[in-house]
């Protein structure tokens, strides 16, 4: 059975700084690529991050790029993502995806298996 599993998210100030970090097991296929989401309310799913098996190839989304950093540690079946400079926008439901091939992807239906989602309140 796979297991993606959230952790690290939180309430945090305006121009603070929160890391997200993901666990997947389970999957049969070993080298996975991997995502993270947002969706606020009332909002669709915003592609955040996304990181190739190696490490070596990331994806950012617009809205995030320079201030958010994702990185794994293949060891430990991990990902990370390093959120900084934090805005008021950036609230919502972060959500780890899981796809079975080593490529990232930066639509949500390239992704088969999903975490239940790790919520990030910014305030101002």
């Known amino acids: 059975q796979v297991h993606v599993v959230e952790s690290g998210g939180g309430l945090v100030q305006a121009g603070g700084s929160l890391r997200l970090s993901c666990a997947a097991s389970?999957?049969?296929?070993?080298?996975?690529?991997m995502g993270w989401f947002r969706q606020a309310p009332g909002k669709e799913r915003e592609f955040v991050a996304a990181i190739s098996w190696s490490g070596s190839t990331t994806y950012y989304g617009d809205s995030v790029k320079g201030r958010f950093t994702i990185s794994r540690d293949n060891a430990k079946n991990t990902v990370i993502l390093q959120m900084n400079s934090l805005k008021p926008e950036d609230t919502a439901v972060y959500y780890c995806?899981?796809?079975?091939?080593?490529?990232?992807?930066?639509?949500?239906?390239?992704?088969?298996?999903w975490g239940q989602g790790a919520q990030v309140t910014v305030s101002s």
């Open positions: 995806a899981a796809r079975s091939t080593v490529l990232p992807a930066t639509t949500a239906r390239d992704y088969a298996y």
């Open positions: 389970g999957l049969t296929f070993s080298r996975p690529a």
